[in-house]
């Protein structure tokens, strides 16, 4: 029992610190397409184009992902505690905060409300995921695909719309 608290204490700290990392990173669009299209059989302007149309799928998809795989680890650790899921969820709504803030001081890279916001999509979808999970209530296909449905549209509309730049001096 100990050595799995502890296995999930370090896969937890692991991934946050995989987040973080990733946040110091910029990938440009130039470098993308060369990794892609030395792979992949596709021209590297035509990828440019459809990168252009489908680049938020992947970029803030993830950022909703990457937090809500840490709300899932987090309440893997505190789950035992009569409030693990509400705690694991502040803490990686923190967590989303503070990782905004610190991409304002990564040259070519900024930090925005609106990233919080994708990122609290993730959180809260995971936290919905979680709950119906212990009690065992087992979603309809049609309430998940529409689930999905609205997710993807407000991570697209956040993406495209986005506000809050946190590099901004008052």
Same mark, same amino acid.
């Given at each position: ?8 204490? +370090? ?38 184009? +459809?990168? !252009?149309? +489908? ?10 992902? !990457? ?18 899921? !509400? ?12 990782? !905004?803030?610190?991409?304002?001081? +990564? ?64």
């Amino acid at each position: 029992m100990r050595q799995t608290a502890i296995k999930g204490v +370090v896969l937890t700290v692991l991934f946050g610190g995989l987040i973080w990392a990733s946040s110091k990173t910029v990938i440009t669009v130039d470098q993308l397409a060369n990794a892609v299209c030395s792979v992949v059989p596709i021209h590297k302007d035509t990828f440019k184009q +459809v990168w !252009e149309q +489908v680049w938020w799928l992947f970029v803030k998809g993830w950022h909703a992902t !990457e937090f809500g795989i840490l709300v899932w680890l987090l309440s893997w650790v505190l789950g035992r505690f009569r409030w693990g899921l !509400e705690f694991a969820s502040g803490i990686a709504v923190g967590f989303a905060f503070l990782d !905004e803030w610190h991409q304002t001081s +990564v040259a070519s890279r900024g930090g925005r409300l609106s990233d919080v916001a994708i990122d609290c999509i993730g959180i809260l979808t995971a936290a919905l995921l979680i709950t119906g999970r212990r009690k065992q209530k087992l979603l309809s296909r049609r309430s998940l695909l529409l689930g999905g449905l609205l997710i993807l549209g407000a991570i697209g509309l956040l993406s495209l719309h986005p506000f809050g730049d946190l590099s901004r001096r008052l």
